[in-house]
């Protein structure tokens, strides 16, 4: 009886300890060094959020011993590097990183991989190395822009609100973008008052202390999510205040960008002066962005250099604190406004640096493929024409370049095309450059004025555009994020089993964009908008514009001088061209129709791949406009009726796919919005384009 008692005890206690120790295993205990613990604040708070929604429990410790997770810095480690390691020790995970940012990015990486597996058991470990350490977005300001037009102006109130921003920043740490770059004529004024010239500031005191309030808060959650904040200008711009005070500059009072520029004393001083105030006043500001131009005509290439150093890097150096300089390429090279390159401004440009007495490393921006950086992965043009080997040859000591990939090209559609990032990155990883900034200067990513109201289940255009900025942000931090990243993004997202068939069909869909981008040259802003099939004021690019217009990327030949046999064996044909853009556009239709149908009640999984079907629309419209164009030039060459009769029937069936198009893009899109070159635009009066397009190709040749 009393061993049997025994027993009982035994079996009970053993049940106890059973219990406790399970439900102490349950428990995660992270211990993260008190050095750090302030830097990683934010990541620790949504990796605790994530652990909460899964039902996971979690404490922290004072020591390493019986940590789940050690979160610290080693010094072994690349500081410069924003990569992290995530080991294994027996039951223990081990993050380290050379800086606080490399180890918050591991943070929100173990919160990623809960909230895509559910499971603390899962996670994987692994060795990250940023590639690029300055990986940053262009967010132009909707308060004194470079362009004006509603396009614009429609996003004040919501950039105004700190909401908006609280998000883009919580979107752009997700996806590591470690700088936010942000964009008007002259930003300075909004920001500080001059002491030497009261009279300059649009604001009373009350409503610049708003200003200052607004930026602090802004510059401060930036911080908390390891973004530098850098603010971007154009030369020459006072406010319009300034310049009717003291009779200067009348053109700053509409933001005219175009043109001569003034360079009296007073201008000087006081730009010098609310650089360095705005330094000041900001600690949480780290970076300045100058450009030499476009309101600096009437100026030669020196003239320019020494008005900058007399300024805005005096201005920097008068501070009481360190700032980083971006210094942005000349955009001229002559004594207009006109974008143009020489090897004698490149010179100068490098001398200037050289001799810029600044103690940390300057960043030299240059447009990648001018306006249309979402075309080919090569760089062909930068804003003005093609650059010598100057700045890099031999290679400089104090300064990198930083390639400015912007987005002229699709607002309404989505895009996610990661071999575009991929082959981008083989081509433009030189160890002179030292990053990326993506964004656009004719579209604001803040307020949806694109979508049908009774569709957005999202509170900003960034959103709706969350792919496009998951793919670059990922890649251009981690160059070997794999496919099946996206896929499991995808799969959460949506709720379904598996995403890489949307990652395959993504990947075909949106090259059409950088397709026709690479096939047709744009230069500057409004010399392309690819979805739009528009150039020049706005106008639709007709067949006959598409029969002459030059390459971007020479692999391609025109169809003029393909027509002409001037081209070389390795180039890619337009007939190729329209075969490869049709092939991969049925490709991605039928994916997506498949995943749609076999997902019927997921809404948004249907809105968003919608996109997929549409951009397909827009590729076999391409390659039909194409084999038509070489088709008519045929005709016009040769004189062969059977080819205008092929030309006919080519552009007819264009004309069905600009239909299906407009049909598609209309399902969940306002058909008139505006648009930088077009205040109404509506991709369905480009009908009558596609309609004209017919009527030339029946036109006899004489």
Same mark, same amino acid.
């Given at each position: +009886?009393?061993?049997?008692? %025994?027993?009982?005890?035994?079996i009970?206690?053993?049940?106890?300890?059973?219990?406790?120790?399970?439900?102490?295993?349950?428990?995660?205990?992270?211990?993260?060094?008190?050095?750090?613990?302030?830097?990683?604040?934010?990541?620790?708070?949504?990796l605790?959020?994530?652990?909460?929604?899964?039902k996971?429990?979690?404490?922290?410790?004072?020591?390493?011993?019986?940590a789940?997770?050690?979160?610290?810095?080693?010094? @072994?480690?690349?500081?410069?590097?924003?990569?992290?390691?995530?080991?294994?020790d027996?039951?223990?995970?081990?993050?380290?990183s050379?800086?606080?940012?490399?180890?918050?990015y591991?943070?929100?990486?173990?919160?990623?991989?809960?909230?895509?597996?559910?499971?603390w058991?899962?996670?994987?470990?692994?060795?990250?190395s940023?590639?690029?350490p300055?990986?940053?977005?262009?967010?132009?300001?909707?308060?004194?822009?470079?362009r004006?037009?509603?396009?614009?102006?429609?996003?004040?109130?919501?950039c105004?609100?700190?909401?908006?921003w609280?998000?883009f920043?919580?979107?752009?740490?997700?996806?590591?973008?470690?700088?936010?770059?942000?964009?008007?004529?002259?930003?300075? +004024?909004?920001?500080?008052?001059?002491?030497?010239?009261?009279?300059a500031?649009?604001?009373?005191?009350?409503?610049?202390?708003?200003?200052?309030?607004?930026?602090?808060?802004?510059?401060?959650?930036?911080?908390?999510?390891?973004?530098?904040?850098?603010?971007?200008?154009?030369?020459i711009?006072?406010?319009?205040?300034?310049?009717?005070?003291y009779?200067?500059?009348?053109?700053?009072?509409?933001?005219?960008?175009w043109?001569?520029?003034?360079? /009296?004393?007073?201008?000087?001083?006081?730009?010098?002066?609310m650089?360095?105030?705005?330094?000041?006043?900001?600690?949480?500001l780290?970076?300045?962005g100058?450009?030499?131009g476009?309101?600096?005509?009437?100026?030669?290439?020196?003239?320019?250099?020494?008005?900058?150093?007399?300024?805005?890097?005096?201005?920097?150096k008068?501070?009481? &604190?360190?700032?980083?300089?971006?210094?942005?390429?000349?955009?001229?090279?002559?004594?207009?406004s006109?974008?143009?390159?020489?090897?004698?401004?490149e010179?100068?440009?490098?001398?200037?640096?050289?001799?810029?007495?600044?103690?940390?490393?300057?960043?030299?921006?240059?447009?990648?493929?001018?306006?249309?950086?979402?075309?080919?992965?090569?760089?062909?043009?930068?804003?003005?024409?093609?650059?010598?080997?100057?700045? =890099?040859?031999?290679?400089?000591?104090?300064?990198?370049?930083?390639?400015?990939?912007?987005?002229?090209?699709?607002?309404?559609? &989505?895009?996610?095309?990661?071999?575009f990032?991929r082959?981008f990155?083989?081509? $433009?990883?030189e160890?002179?450059?030292n990053?990326?900034?993506?964004?656009?200067?004719?579209?604001?990513?803040?307020?949806?004025?694109t979508?049908?109201?009774?569709?957005?289940t =999202?509170?900003?255009?960034?959103?709706?555009?969350?792919l496009?900025?998951?793919?670059?942000?990922?890649?251009?931090?981690?160059?070997?994020?794999?496919?099946?990243?996206?896929?499991?993004?995808?799969?959460?997202?949506?709720?379904?089993?598996?995403g890489?068939?949307?990652?395959?069909? =993504? @990947?075909?869909a949106?090259?059409?964009?950088?397709?026709?981008?690479?096939?047709?040259?744009?230069?500057?802003?409004g #010399?392309?908008? #690819?979805?739009?099939?528009?150039?020049?004021?706005?106008?639709?690019?007709?067949?006959?514009?598409? %029969?002459?217009?030059?390459?971007l990327?020479?692999?391609?030949? $025109?169809?003029?001088?393909?027509?002409?046999?001037?081209?070389?064996?390795?180039?890619?044909?337009?007939?190729?061209?329209?075969?490869? +853009?049709?092939?991969?556009? %049925?490709?991605?239709?039928?994916?997506?129709?498949?995943?749609?149908?076999?997902?019927?009640?997921?809404?948004?999984?249907?809105?968003?791949?919608?996109?997929?079907?549409?951009?397909?629309?827009?590729?076999?419209?391409?390659?039909d406009?194409?084999?038509?164009?070489?088709?008519?030039?045929?005709?016009?060459?040769?004189?062969?009726?059977?080819?205008?009769?092929?030309? %006919?029937?080519?552009?007819?069936?264009?004309?069905?796919? =600009?239909k299906?198009?407009?049909?598609?893009?209309?399902?969940y /899109?306002?058909e008139?919005?505006?648009h930088?070159?077009?205040?109404?635009?509506?991709f @369905?009066?480009?009908?009558?384009?596609?309609?004209?397009?017919?009527?030339i190709?029946?036109?006899?040749?004489?």
């Amino acid at each position: +009886m009393l061993k049997k008692m %025994i027993r009982i005890v035994l079996i009970a206690t053993c049940f106890i300890v059973f219990f406790a120790c399970s439900n102490k295993a349950g428990t995660i205990n992270i211990y993260v060094d008190e050095a750090v613990k302030e830097d990683v604040d934010y990541a620790l708070q949504e990796l605790t959020q994530e652990l909460k929604a899964n039902k996971i429990d979690f404490s922290f410790l004072k020591s390493k011993e019986h940590a789940h997770l050690v979160v610290e810095t080693k010094e @072994r480690i690349n500081k410069k590097n924003d990569g992290f390691k995530l080991e294994k020790d027996n039951e223990t995970l081990l993050l380290s990183s050379g800086n606080t940012r490399g180890l918050l990015y591991g943070l929100l990486d173990i919160a990623e991989q809960i909230k895509i597996k559910k499971n603390w058991g899962t996670i994987k470990v692994k060795s990250v190395s940023a590639h690029y350490p300055f990986r940053a977005i262009k967010l132009n300001l909707p308060w004194f822009p470079y362009r004006g037009g509603e396009n614009l102006s429609l996003h004040y109130d919501t950039c105004k609100d700190l909401k908006f921003w609280e998000a883009f920043l919580d979107m752009m740490v997700a996806n590591k973008f470690n700088t936010l770059t942000l964009w008007n004529l002259h930003p300075f +004024m909004y920001m500080v008052q001059s002491d030497k010239f009261p009279e300059a500031s649009p604001f009373t005191k009350e409503e610049m202390a708003e200003w200052q309030t607004f930026w602090k808060a802004i510059f401060k959650m930036a911080k908390a999510r390891g973004i530098d904040p850098y603010i971007f200008n154009w030369n020459i711009f006072v406010s319009e205040e300034f310049g009717k005070a003291y009779n200067v500059a009348e053109y700053s009072k509409d933001g005219g960008y175009w043109g001569d520029g003034e360079t /009296n004393a007073i201008i000087e001083e006081y730009t010098r002066e609310m650089v360095s105030k705005t330094i000041n006043e900001y600690e949480d500001l780290v970076g300045i962005g100058i450009t030499l131009g476009e309101r600096m005509g009437g100026m030669t290439s020196e003239i320019r250099r020494d008005w900058i150093d007399r300024t805005l890097i005096q201005g920097i150096k008068d501070a009481d &604190r360190k700032v980083k300089l971006f210094y942005r390429a000349p955009l001229s090279a002559g004594t207009t406004s006109h974008g143009t390159v020489s090897k004698a401004t490149e010179v100068i440009t490098r001398e200037a640096i050289e001799n810029i007495g600044l103690d940390d490393e300057v960043l030299l921006g240059f447009k990648f493929n001018w306006s249309h950086g979402h075309s080919s992965p090569k760089l062909s043009i930068v804003h003005g024409g093609i650059l010598t080997d100057t700045y =890099w040859k031999p290679e400089p000591a104090n300064y990198k370049g930083v390639y400015t990939v912007r987005n002229e090209d699709f607002f309404v559609l &989505r895009w996610g095309q990661p071999d575009f990032v991929r082959d981008f990155m083989k081509y $433009n990883s030189e160890d002179y450059i030292n990053g990326v900034i993506i964004g656009s200067e004719t579209y604001i990513p803040a307020k949806d004025y694109t979508t049908k109201e009774t569709y957005r289940t =999202w509170d900003y255009a960034f959103q709706k555009q969350w792919l496009f900025y998951k793919t670059w942000g990922n890649l251009l931090y981690n160059k070997e994020t794999p496919d099946t990243y996206f896929a499991d993004v995808l799969a959460n997202k949506y709720g379904i089993t598996d995403g890489s068939k949307l990652v395959s069909a =993504w @990947r075909m869909a949106s090259q059409n964009a950088n397709s026709l981008a690479s096939f047709y040259r744009g230069e500057w802003d409004g #010399t392309l908008y #690819t979805e739009g099939m528009t150039r020049e004021k706005g106008q639709f690019i007709g067949v006959n514009k598409v %029969i002459s217009h030059p390459v971007l990327d020479s692999s391609y030949v $025109n169809i003029a001088n393909y027509v002409k046999g001037a081209f070389t064996e390795d180039q890619i044909t337009p007939l190729q061209f329209a075969d490869a +853009m049709e092939e991969k556009s %049925i490709m991605a239709q039928k994916i997506a129709k498949q995943i749609i149908k076999e997902y019927p009640e997921k809404e948004l999984l249907k809105i968003e791949t919608n996109d997929i079907d549409t951009w397909g629309h827009f590729g076999l419209y391409i390659a039909d406009k194409v084999r038509g164009g070489v088709a008519l030039q045929t005709y016009r060459v040769k004189g062969d009726k059977q080819a205008q009769k092929e030309a %006919i029937s080519h552009l007819t069936n264009a004309l069905q796919h =600009w239909k299906d198009y407009v049909t598609s893009i209309e399902k969940y /899109n306002v058909e008139v919005m505006p648009h930088q070159f077009n205040n109404k635009f509506s991709f @369905r009066e480009h009908i009558a384009g596609a309609e004209r397009d017919i009527a030339i190709a029946k036109q006899e040749i004489n």
